[in-house]
């Protein structure tokens, strides 16, 4: 019988709430972390890149154009505005927040999430990047659609972490690809204690950054720990029943 979790899932799982509990409970000691977030998932994102050919996400753009557009048009525009009203009947204070997290471009670690469940990581790559681009347009509109507001979101700061956290590593595998393959090889052996060590400095810094919400309102993190675990079981479920996230 297979194990539900493998050795691998439950290590990272003990690295990221191992350090989530140091960041809360030491944030003075990882507070050199806080500026290095950017920077970690540059790496994260460099080093989940290694083992996806970009042969292979041009031909999932080819070949799944259509269920990849569907995909991202439910996530960034259908599900989030679905939610919203939802959340306004049964939890109000949260609907604006259940908003802004759904409309969100996917983020960088997916790629590497697909990779250690055996997913299909240029499928995810090709949202990931789409979701990225398209989101100083779409989140406006879909602000403006409920509230009746203005967002004033900077597309060149946007275009500007897009490029350092995505094209960047995408670029600097291709040119190592080409002028040093064994040492991506190498780096791609030893990937997994790699990601697991920037999942913890990403942690660390983020949780001691925020490390006095939890001290001054802990019943706000319980609340929002249980809206997080209600949207976590939407997300999964709208991505099992589209067929562009299926393994093939």
Partial sequence: MELPFRPRDILLLAVVFSSMAAGICCPRVFAFLQPYPLACLMVLFFMSFLSIRLEEVWEAL???????????????????????????????DYALSALLLTAVSTGVVAPFMSNLVGGNSARVLVVTVLTSILVPFSLPAVVEIVLAASVDLSFLSMLRVLALAIFVPIAAVQ????????LLEAANRRAFPVNLVMFACITLGVFSKYADIFYNDPALIVEALAVDMVLAAVYAVAGILLPSCSPT
């Fill in 62 to 92: 080819r070949r799944a154009s259509l269920p990849l557009l569907s995909f991202v048009a439910l996530k960034m525009l259908l599900l989030p505005l679905v939610l919203y009203g939802l959340f306004l009947f049964f939890m109000p």
């Fill in 175 to 182: 040119a190592l690809r080409r002028v040093a393959p064994g």
